[in-house]
Protein backbone atom coordinates (compact mmCIF):
# COMPACT_ATOMS: atom_id res chain seq x y z
CA UNK A 1 0.00 0.00 0.00
CA UNK A 2 1.49 3.05 -1.06
CA UNK A 3 2.28 5.79 1.65
CA UNK A 4 0.49 9.19 0.63
CA UNK A 5 -0.15 10.86 3.88
CA UNK A 6 2.58 10.24 6.40
CA UNK A 7 5.13 12.52 5.14
CA UNK A 8 7.58 11.13 7.39
CA UNK A 9 9.74 7.93 7.12
CA UNK A 10 7.64 5.42 9.10
CA UNK A 11 10.30 2.47 7.71
CA UNK A 12 12.42 3.25 10.77
CA UNK A 13 9.69 1.87 13.59
CA UNK A 14 8.41 -1.46 13.79
CA UNK A 15 5.74 -1.90 10.20
CA UNK A 16 4.68 -4.98 12.30
CA UNK A 17 2.91 -2.68 14.59
CA UNK A 18 0.96 -0.12 12.26
CA UNK A 19 0.08 0.28 8.77
CA UNK A 20 1.22 3.04 7.37
CA UNK A 21 -1.89 5.75 6.75
CA UNK A 22 -1.92 6.13 3.24
CA UNK A 23 -4.01 8.95 3.37
CA UNK A 24 -3.22 12.92 3.27
CA UNK A 25 -2.16 14.11 6.28
CA UNK A 26 -4.19 17.75 5.33
CA UNK A 27 -6.51 17.13 3.06
CA UNK A 28 -6.89 20.20 -0.02
CA UNK A 29 -10.15 20.79 0.96
CA UNK A 30 -11.28 20.75 4.49
CA UNK A 31 -14.63 22.14 5.33
CA UNK A 32 -17.89 20.93 7.78
CA UNK A 33 -19.53 20.25 4.55
CA UNK A 34 -16.75 17.61 3.19
CA UNK A 35 -17.09 16.35 7.14
CA UNK A 36 -20.61 15.36 6.56
CA UNK A 37 -19.87 13.46 3.13
CA UNK A 38 -23.16 12.11 2.73
CA UNK A 39 -21.60 9.12 1.42
CA UNK A 40 -19.08 8.39 3.82
CA UNK A 41 -22.01 9.08 6.22
CA UNK A 42 -24.25 6.26 4.81
CA UNK A 43 -21.10 3.79 4.71
CA UNK A 44 -20.45 4.37 8.54
CA UNK A 45 -23.98 4.13 9.26
CA UNK A 46 -24.26 0.56 7.29
CA UNK A 47 -20.95 -0.69 9.17
CA UNK A 48 -22.48 0.16 12.27
CA UNK A 49 -25.78 -1.72 11.48
CA UNK A 50 -23.83 -4.42 10.08
CA UNK A 51 -21.73 -4.11 13.50
CA UNK A 52 -24.48 -4.78 15.86
CA UNK A 53 -25.89 -7.74 13.71
CA UNK A 54 -22.31 -9.21 13.66
CA UNK A 55 -21.94 -8.63 17.74
CA UNK A 56 -25.85 -10.13 18.62
CA UNK A 57 -25.48 -12.95 16.38
CA UNK A 58 -21.76 -14.27 17.81
CA UNK A 59 -22.06 -13.24 21.46
CA UNK A 60 -24.54 -14.83 24.10
CA UNK A 61 -24.40 -12.75 27.47
CA UNK A 62 -26.47 -15.70 29.07
CA UNK A 63 -23.19 -17.95 28.28
CA UNK A 64 -20.05 -15.72 28.14
CA UNK A 65 -17.78 -16.46 31.07
CA UNK A 66 -16.59 -13.20 30.68
CA UNK A 67 -18.52 -10.80 32.87
CA UNK A 68 -16.22 -7.17 32.46
CA UNK A 69 -16.39 -4.38 30.52
CA UNK A 70 -12.81 -4.54 29.04
CA UNK A 71 -13.67 -7.96 26.76
CA UNK A 72 -17.23 -9.21 28.58
CA UNK A 73 -20.60 -9.09 28.66
CA UNK A 74 -20.80 -5.42 30.77
CA UNK A 75 -18.60 -4.28 27.54
CA UNK A 76 -21.65 -4.71 24.89
CA UNK A 77 -24.34 -3.67 27.48
CA UNK A 78 -22.39 -0.40 28.31
CA UNK A 79 -22.01 0.44 24.85
CA UNK A 80 -25.88 -0.27 23.95
CA UNK A 81 -26.67 1.69 26.82
CA UNK A 82 -24.30 5.17 25.75
CA UNK A 83 -25.67 4.12 22.26
CA UNK A 84 -29.41 4.78 23.93
CA UNK A 85 -28.38 7.65 25.59
CA UNK A 86 -27.56 9.00 22.24
CA UNK A 87 -30.44 8.61 20.25
CA UNK A 88 -33.71 10.67 21.03
CA UNK A 89 -35.80 9.44 22.85
CA UNK A 90 -38.77 9.18 20.17
CA UNK A 91 -36.39 7.07 18.43
CA UNK A 92 -37.31 3.28 18.31
CA UNK A 93 -33.78 3.09 18.35
CA UNK A 94 -33.61 3.48 21.77
CA UNK A 95 -35.96 1.36 23.35
CA UNK A 96 -34.15 -1.64 21.01
CA UNK A 97 -30.77 0.07 22.74
CA UNK A 98 -31.96 -0.27 26.53
CA UNK A 99 -33.00 -3.93 26.07
CA UNK A 100 -29.87 -5.20 24.48
CA UNK A 101 -28.13 -3.60 27.92
CA UNK A 102 -30.93 -5.12 30.32
CA UNK A 103 -30.14 -8.44 28.20
CA UNK A 104 -26.00 -8.15 28.27
CA UNK A 105 -25.78 -6.53 31.83
CA UNK A 106 -28.29 -9.38 33.35
CA UNK A 107 -25.73 -11.51 32.20
CA UNK A 108 -22.46 -10.03 33.02
CA UNK A 109 -24.41 -9.24 37.04
CA UNK A 110 -25.40 -13.54 36.48
CA UNK A 111 -21.58 -14.24 35.66
CA UNK A 112 -19.77 -12.25 38.23
CA UNK A 113 -22.16 -13.13 41.05
CA UNK A 114 -21.47 -17.09 40.08
CA UNK A 115 -17.99 -16.28 40.27
CA UNK A 116 -18.23 -14.44 43.64
CA UNK A 117 -19.93 -17.52 45.34
CA UNK A 118 -17.16 -19.93 44.00
CA UNK A 119 -15.05 -17.78 46.51
CA UNK A 120 -13.37 -15.98 43.94
CA UNK A 121 -12.36 -12.82 44.82
CA UNK A 122 -14.03 -9.23 43.90
CA UNK A 123 -12.09 -6.86 41.78
CA UNK A 124 -12.77 -3.35 42.37
CA UNK A 125 -12.03 -1.05 39.07
CA UNK A 126 -14.45 -0.30 36.42
CA UNK A 127 -12.96 -1.69 33.26
CA UNK A 128 -12.48 -5.21 34.82
CA UNK A 129 -14.61 -5.51 37.84
CA UNK A 130 -17.72 -5.15 39.94
CA UNK A 131 -18.28 -1.45 38.97
CA UNK A 132 -18.01 -2.41 35.34
CA UNK A 133 -21.48 -4.11 35.84
CA UNK A 134 -23.41 -2.50 38.55
CA UNK A 135 -22.79 1.42 38.07
CA UNK A 136 -24.08 1.22 33.86
CA UNK A 137 -27.22 -1.35 35.60
CA UNK A 138 -27.69 1.60 37.81
CA UNK A 139 -27.80 4.04 35.06
CA UNK A 140 -30.49 1.49 33.07
CA UNK A 141 -32.44 0.85 35.82
CA UNK A 142 -33.06 5.02 35.93
CA UNK A 143 -33.38 4.74 32.36
CA UNK A 144 -36.29 2.06 32.35
CA UNK A 145 -37.44 4.23 35.16
CA UNK A 146 -37.10 1.18 37.85
CA UNK A 147 -37.77 2.16 41.34
CA UNK A 148 -35.28 4.33 43.74
CA UNK A 149 -34.61 0.73 45.26
CA UNK A 150 -33.47 -0.61 42.71
CA UNK A 151 -31.66 2.04 41.36
CA UNK A 152 -29.85 2.70 44.53
CA UNK A 153 -29.10 -1.24 45.15
CA UNK A 154 -26.91 -1.10 41.98
CA UNK A 155 -24.86 2.18 43.31
CA UNK A 156 -24.76 0.88 46.90
CA UNK A 157 -23.06 -2.72 45.54
CA UNK A 158 -20.37 -0.21 44.01
CA UNK A 159 -19.85 1.60 47.24
CA UNK A 160 -19.67 -1.20 49.37
CA UNK A 161 -16.25 -1.90 47.19
CA UNK A 162 -14.43 0.57 49.19
CA UNK A 163 -13.22 -0.52 52.35
CA UNK A 164 -11.37 -3.26 50.38
CA UNK A 165 -8.15 -1.31 49.53
CA UNK A 166 -9.47 1.92 51.89
CA UNK A 167 -9.35 0.22 55.14
CA UNK A 168 -5.35 -1.10 54.12
CA UNK A 169 -2.19 0.93 54.40
CA UNK A 170 0.25 1.43 51.30
CA UNK A 171 4.03 -0.62 52.44
CA UNK A 172 7.12 -0.96 50.33
CA UNK A 173 7.74 -3.38 48.63
CA UNK A 174 4.15 -3.13 46.55
CA UNK A 175 2.06 -5.99 47.14
CA UNK A 176 0.88 -7.78 44.46
CA UNK A 177 -2.77 -8.27 44.78
CA UNK A 178 -4.92 -6.01 42.30
CA UNK A 179 -6.23 -4.31 45.83
CA UNK A 180 -3.20 -2.36 46.33
CA UNK A 181 -2.39 -1.13 43.14
CA UNK A 182 -3.60 1.90 41.44
CA UNK A 183 -3.54 2.27 37.90
CA UNK A 184 -7.07 2.34 35.87
CA UNK A 185 -7.54 -1.42 34.63
CA UNK A 186 -7.18 -3.17 37.91
CA UNK A 187 -6.46 -0.56 40.81
CA UNK A 188 -7.25 2.30 42.63
CA UNK A 189 -7.76 4.77 39.89
CA UNK A 190 -10.13 2.27 38.32
CA UNK A 191 -12.71 2.44 41.22
CA UNK A 192 -12.71 5.96 41.47
CA UNK A 193 -13.53 6.51 37.51
CA UNK A 194 -16.72 3.92 38.32
CA UNK A 195 -17.20 6.50 41.49
CA UNK A 196 -17.44 9.56 38.93
CA UNK A 197 -19.03 7.66 35.68
CA UNK A 198 -21.81 7.10 38.72
CA UNK A 199 -21.26 10.88 39.93
CA UNK A 200 -21.64 12.26 36.61
CA UNK A 201 -24.79 10.38 35.51
CA UNK A 202 -26.47 11.02 39.23
CA UNK A 203 -25.35 14.08 40.39
CA UNK A 204 -24.95 14.79 44.29
CA UNK A 205 -25.11 11.04 44.72
CA UNK A 206 -21.81 10.04 45.71
CA UNK A 207 -20.47 11.53 48.91
CA UNK A 208 -17.72 14.30 48.65
CA UNK A 209 -15.84 12.80 51.71
CA UNK A 210 -15.47 9.23 49.54
CA UNK A 211 -14.21 11.10 46.83
CA UNK A 212 -11.94 12.54 48.97
CA UNK A 213 -10.96 9.40 50.54
CA UNK A 214 -9.77 7.87 47.25
CA UNK A 215 -8.34 10.05 45.61
CA UNK A 216 -5.76 10.84 48.79
CA UNK A 217 -5.60 7.09 49.24
CA UNK A 218 -4.34 7.21 45.48
CA UNK A 219 -2.32 9.94 45.80
CA UNK A 220 -0.50 8.61 49.16
CA UNK A 221 0.55 5.39 47.30
CA UNK A 222 3.04 7.65 44.92
CA UNK A 223 6.41 7.71 44.86
CA UNK A 224 8.48 10.96 44.25
CA UNK A 225 9.99 11.08 40.85
CA UNK A 226 11.94 13.40 39.30
CA UNK A 227 11.26 17.01 39.63
CA UNK A 228 8.55 16.07 42.09
CA UNK A 229 6.94 14.06 39.76
CA UNK A 230 4.43 11.43 41.24
CA UNK A 231 4.79 7.94 39.64
CA UNK A 232 2.95 4.86 41.23
CA UNK A 233 4.25 1.18 40.40
CA UNK A 234 2.76 -1.65 38.85
CA UNK A 235 3.55 -5.32 39.95
CA UNK A 236 6.46 -3.35 41.20
CA UNK A 237 7.37 -1.51 37.62
CA UNK A 238 6.11 2.04 37.20
CA UNK A 239 4.47 2.62 33.87
CA UNK A 240 3.71 5.70 31.83
CA UNK A 241 0.41 4.77 29.80
CA UNK A 242 -3.61 5.37 30.57
CA UNK A 243 -3.57 1.25 31.12
CA UNK A 244 -1.50 0.72 33.97
CA UNK A 245 0.51 3.94 34.45
CA UNK A 246 0.98 7.15 35.83
CA UNK A 247 -1.17 9.18 32.69
CA UNK A 248 -4.31 7.23 33.21
CA UNK A 249 -4.06 7.59 37.17
CA UNK A 250 -3.20 11.60 36.46
CA UNK A 251 -6.66 11.67 34.21
CA UNK A 252 -8.85 10.16 36.32
CA UNK A 253 -7.64 12.53 39.14
CA UNK A 254 -7.98 15.63 37.25
CA UNK A 255 -11.66 14.14 35.86
CA UNK A 256 -12.26 13.85 39.88
CA UNK A 257 -11.15 17.87 40.08
CA UNK A 258 -13.79 18.76 36.96
CA UNK A 259 -16.76 17.43 38.97
CA UNK A 260 -16.47 19.73 41.23
CA UNK A 261 -13.73 17.86 43.75
CA UNK A 262 -11.26 20.23 44.64
CA UNK A 263 -7.94 18.76 44.97
CA UNK A 264 -5.52 20.69 46.87
CA UNK A 265 -3.00 23.50 45.22
CA UNK A 266 -0.16 21.32 46.33
CA UNK A 267 -1.14 18.23 44.94
CA UNK A 268 -2.51 20.06 41.64
CA UNK A 269 1.21 21.62 41.64
CA UNK A 270 2.19 17.77 41.75
CA UNK A 271 0.10 16.82 39.22
CA UNK A 272 1.44 19.94 36.97
CA UNK A 273 5.02 18.28 37.94
CA UNK A 274 4.00 15.15 36.61
CA UNK A 275 3.02 16.04 33.30
CA UNK A 276 6.00 18.29 32.48
CA UNK A 277 7.92 15.04 33.93
CA UNK A 278 6.08 12.81 30.91
CA UNK A 279 6.78 15.86 27.94
CA UNK A 280 10.41 15.68 28.80
CA UNK A 281 10.36 11.62 27.87
CA UNK A 282 8.90 12.16 24.97
CA UNK A 283 11.07 10.51 22.29
CA UNK A 284 12.45 12.15 19.12
CA UNK A 285 9.43 10.29 17.09
CA UNK A 286 7.20 12.34 19.25
CA UNK A 287 6.22 9.19 20.63
CA UNK A 288 6.17 8.35 24.16
CA UNK A 289 8.36 5.17 26.53
CA UNK A 290 6.14 2.76 27.83
CA UNK A 291 8.16 2.82 31.00
CA UNK A 292 10.58 5.37 32.58
CA UNK A 293 13.87 3.24 32.38
CA UNK A 294 13.31 2.38 28.77
CA UNK A 295 14.22 5.53 26.95
CA UNK A 296 14.80 3.78 23.49
CA UNK A 297 11.06 2.01 23.55
CA UNK A 298 9.50 3.36 20.62
CA UNK A 299 7.23 0.10 19.71
CA UNK A 300 3.80 0.97 20.70
CA UNK A 301 1.37 3.72 19.61
CA UNK A 302 -1.95 2.73 21.07
CA UNK A 303 -3.80 3.68 24.38
CA UNK A 304 -2.58 1.45 26.87
CA UNK A 305 1.24 2.15 26.17
CA UNK A 306 2.40 5.37 24.07
CA UNK A 307 1.13 8.77 22.70
CA UNK A 308 -2.54 8.08 22.81
CA UNK A 309 -2.95 7.42 26.24
CA UNK A 310 -0.97 10.39 27.03
CA UNK A 311 -2.20 12.61 24.75
CA UNK A 312 -5.43 12.40 26.10
CA UNK A 313 -3.72 13.53 29.84
CA UNK A 314 -2.50 16.73 27.88
CA UNK A 315 -5.94 17.52 26.96
CA UNK A 316 -7.33 16.75 30.61
CA UNK A 317 -4.25 19.05 32.11
CA UNK A 318 -5.23 21.64 29.66
CA UNK A 319 -8.87 21.52 30.49
CA UNK A 320 -8.07 21.83 34.05
CA UNK A 321 -5.05 24.04 33.49
CA UNK A 322 -6.17 25.91 30.68
CA UNK A 323 -2.09 25.90 29.71
CA UNK A 324 -1.38 26.42 26.19
CA UNK A 325 1.36 24.19 26.15
CA UNK A 326 -0.77 21.16 27.54
CA UNK A 327 -2.74 21.33 23.93
CA UNK A 328 0.17 22.27 22.00
CA UNK A 329 1.77 18.99 23.13
CA UNK A 330 -1.21 16.91 22.67
CA UNK A 331 -1.26 18.38 19.19
CA UNK A 332 2.13 16.91 18.55
CA UNK A 333 1.34 13.93 19.84
CA UNK A 334 -1.69 13.50 17.64
CA UNK A 335 0.25 13.82 14.63
CA UNK A 336 2.74 10.45 16.31
CA UNK A 337 -0.90 9.01 16.27
CA UNK A 338 -2.05 9.99 12.54
CA UNK A 339 1.65 8.76 11.38
CA UNK A 340 1.27 5.43 13.40
CA UNK A 341 -2.19 4.91 14.42
CA UNK A 342 -3.52 2.19 11.72
CA UNK A 343 -2.86 -0.90 14.16
CA UNK A 344 -2.50 -4.69 13.03
CA UNK A 345 -3.82 -5.64 16.12
CA UNK A 346 -7.08 -4.55 15.18
CA UNK A 347 -9.91 -2.08 15.81
CA UNK A 348 -10.55 -2.14 19.29
CA UNK A 349 -10.23 0.70 22.41
CA UNK A 350 -7.14 -0.75 24.37
CA UNK A 351 -5.21 -1.46 21.16
CA UNK A 352 -6.85 -0.90 18.26
CA UNK A 353 -7.96 1.81 15.74
CA UNK A 354 -10.58 2.97 17.65
CA UNK A 355 -8.80 3.97 20.45
CA UNK A 356 -6.93 5.78 18.84
CA UNK A 357 -9.31 8.02 16.79
CA UNK A 358 -10.93 8.86 19.93
CA UNK A 359 -7.73 10.77 20.80
CA UNK A 360 -8.45 13.28 17.36
CA UNK A 361 -11.68 13.31 19.26
CA UNK A 362 -10.25 14.91 22.34
CA UNK A 363 -7.92 17.58 20.26
CA UNK A 364 -11.15 18.30 18.19
CA UNK A 365 -13.14 19.22 21.74
CA UNK A 366 -10.60 21.59 22.82
CA UNK A 367 -9.52 23.05 19.57
CA UNK A 368 -12.38 23.10 17.34
CA UNK A 369 -10.28 22.47 14.37
CA UNK A 370 -11.79 20.49 11.75
CA UNK A 371 -8.69 18.44 10.52
CA UNK A 372 -9.22 16.25 13.82
CA UNK A 373 -12.89 15.70 13.24
CA UNK A 374 -11.34 14.74 10.11
CA UNK A 375 -8.50 12.53 11.15
CA UNK A 376 -11.13 10.60 13.77
CA UNK A 377 -13.79 10.00 10.44
CA UNK A 378 -10.91 8.76 8.46
CA UNK A 379 -9.51 6.20 11.20
CA UNK A 380 -13.30 5.12 11.06
CA UNK A 381 -13.96 4.80 7.63
CA UNK A 382 -9.98 3.02 7.75
CA UNK A 383 -10.92 0.51 10.17
CA UNK A 384 -13.47 -1.72 7.78
CA UNK A 385 -11.48 -1.11 5.03
CA UNK A 386 -10.65 -3.91 2.75
CA UNK A 387 -7.21 -3.22 2.34
CA UNK A 388 -6.59 -2.27 5.65
CA UNK A 389 -8.43 -5.07 7.35
CA UNK A 390 -5.89 -7.28 5.11
CA UNK A 391 -2.94 -6.10 7.33
CA UNK A 392 -4.98 -6.60 10.10
CA UNK A 393 -4.67 -10.04 12.98
CA UNK A 394 -8.08 -10.98 14.34
CA UNK A 395 -8.24 -9.94 18.38
CA UNK A 396 -8.49 -12.59 20.88
CA UNK A 397 -11.98 -11.25 21.61
CA UNK A 398 -12.87 -9.79 18.23
CA UNK A 399 -16.39 -8.86 19.50
CA UNK A 400 -15.18 -6.82 22.77
CA UNK A 401 -15.56 -3.36 23.55
CA UNK A 402 -11.82 -2.95 24.03
CA UNK A 403 -10.18 -5.64 21.80
CA UNK A 404 -12.63 -5.50 19.27
CA UNK A 405 -15.82 -4.38 17.20
CA UNK A 406 -17.31 -2.72 20.09
CA UNK A 407 -14.94 -0.44 20.01
CA UNK A 408 -15.42 0.68 16.66
CA UNK A 409 -19.29 0.71 17.32
CA UNK A 410 -18.90 3.07 20.19
CA UNK A 411 -16.83 5.47 17.45
CA UNK A 412 -19.18 5.28 15.49
CA UNK A 413 -21.95 6.39 17.65
CA UNK A 414 -20.37 9.36 19.01
CA UNK A 415 -19.27 10.48 15.43
CA UNK A 416 -23.12 9.61 13.78
CA UNK A 417 -25.40 10.40 16.71
CA UNK A 418 -23.61 12.43 19.48
CA UNK A 419 -21.74 15.80 19.10
CA UNK A 420 -18.21 14.91 18.38
CA UNK A 421 -17.56 17.49 20.54
CA UNK A 422 -18.97 16.03 23.54
CA UNK A 423 -17.41 12.44 23.15
CA UNK A 424 -15.18 10.91 25.80
CA UNK A 425 -13.22 8.16 25.02
CA UNK A 426 -15.42 5.38 26.80
CA UNK A 427 -15.28 3.77 30.07
CA UNK A 428 -12.12 5.93 30.65
CA UNK A 429 -12.79 9.39 30.61
CA UNK A 430 -16.13 10.94 33.02
CA UNK A 431 -18.24 14.24 32.10
CA UNK A 432 -18.03 16.97 34.63
CA UNK A 433 -21.36 17.25 36.54
CA UNK A 434 -21.07 20.94 36.04
CA UNK A 435 -22.08 19.99 32.04
CA UNK A 436 -25.62 19.27 33.16
CA UNK A 437 -25.16 15.62 31.74
CA UNK A 438 -26.71 13.53 34.30
CA UNK A 439 -29.67 11.63 33.38
CA UNK A 440 -32.88 13.35 33.48
CA UNK A 441 -36.10 12.27 35.13
CA UNK A 442 -37.83 13.97 32.67
CA UNK A 443 -36.63 11.76 29.85
CA UNK A 444 -38.82 8.81 28.32
CA UNK A 445 -38.17 5.37 30.36
CA UNK A 446 -38.89 2.03 29.48
CA UNK A 447 -40.14 0.10 32.49
CA UNK A 448 -41.34 -2.83 30.48
CA UNK A 449 -37.62 -4.59 30.16
CA UNK A 450 -36.00 -6.32 32.95
CA UNK A 451 -32.46 -5.57 34.18
Same mark, same amino acid.
Given at each position: ??????????????????????????????????????????????????????????????????????????????????????????????????????????????????????????????????? &???? /??? #? @?? $?? !???? +???????????????????????????????????????????????????????????????????????????????????????????????????????????????? &???? /??? #? @?? $?? !???? +????????????????????????????????????????????????????????????????????????????????????????????????????????????????????????????????????????????????????????????????????????????????
Amino acid at each position: MKNRGANEDVHQFDRNRFIANPFPKDPPALSPLALLNPRETQTLKDRMSHAWEQILRQTDPQKEKDYTIYTGSAGIGYLALHSALLVESADPRRRHFVDIAGNYLRGAQATLEGRLRQGRHEDISFILGTP &GVYA /PLA #V @LR $RL !QGKS +NDAVEACIQRVLDLAPLFLNQTHHHPRRQHPHYEFEILYGESGYLTSLLYLNSNFPGRIPDQLLSEVTDHIISGAEEGPGGALLWAWHGKEYLGAAHGVSGILLALLDAHLQ &GLRL /PDV #V @LE $RI !QCTV +NYLYSLRLPSGNYPTRPSKECDDRLVQWCHGAPGILLLFVKAYEVFGQPKYLAWAELAADVVWMRGLLRKGNGLCHGVAGNAYCFLAVFRCTDNDIYLHRARVFALAAQDDIVAAHQDTPDHPMSLFEGLGGLLALYADLLEGDPREALFPAFETRGVRSGTGISHKEESYGDGEA
